[in-house]
């Protein structure tokens, strides 16, 4: 059973930093799509980040490239969020998503594609 659990969010200043983590645990496969997204109050799910097992490749959307940062550690299941500069339309539920299986090189930040969801954590930003 795998299971995502997502943690860090919180209240922040505009221009400030968040780093929210992905705990994992339950799969065994090697080849992975693991990704961040988020939904706004009144807002569709959308794509932040994603990352693929094969080759560390990353896909940002536009409007957090350059703020935002994924990483992972392989050696405790966890994958990570690095929010700078934050801004208030960054508020919104941010949910951890994974997909087992071999995938292109950039793994979609389309939402339907995702298999595994964690429950979520509330960033919310104040100007």
């Known amino acids: 059973q795998v299971q995502l659990v997502e943690s860090g969010g919180g209240p922040v200043a505009a221009g400030g930093s968040l780093r929210l983590s992905c705990a994992a645990s339950?799969?065994?496969?090697?080849?992975?799509?693991m990704g961040w997204f988020r939904q706004g109050s009144g807002k569709e799910r959308e794509g932040v980040v994603t990352?693929?097992?094969?080759?560390?490749?990353?896909n940002y959307a536009r409007s957090v490239n350059g703020r935002f940062t994924i990483s992972q550690d392989n050696a405790n299941n966890t994958l990570y969020l690095q929010m700078n500069t934050l801004r208030p339309e960054d508020t919104a539920m941010y949910y951890c998503a994974a997909k087992f299986g071999t995938w292109g090189a950039y793994c979609s930040l389309v939402a339907s594609g995702y298999d595994y969801w964690g429950q979520g954590t509330q960033v919310t930003v104040s100007s």
């Open positions: 339950g799969y065994t496969g090697r080849d992975f799509c």
């Open positions: 990352l693929n097992s094969n080759g560390g490749f990353t």
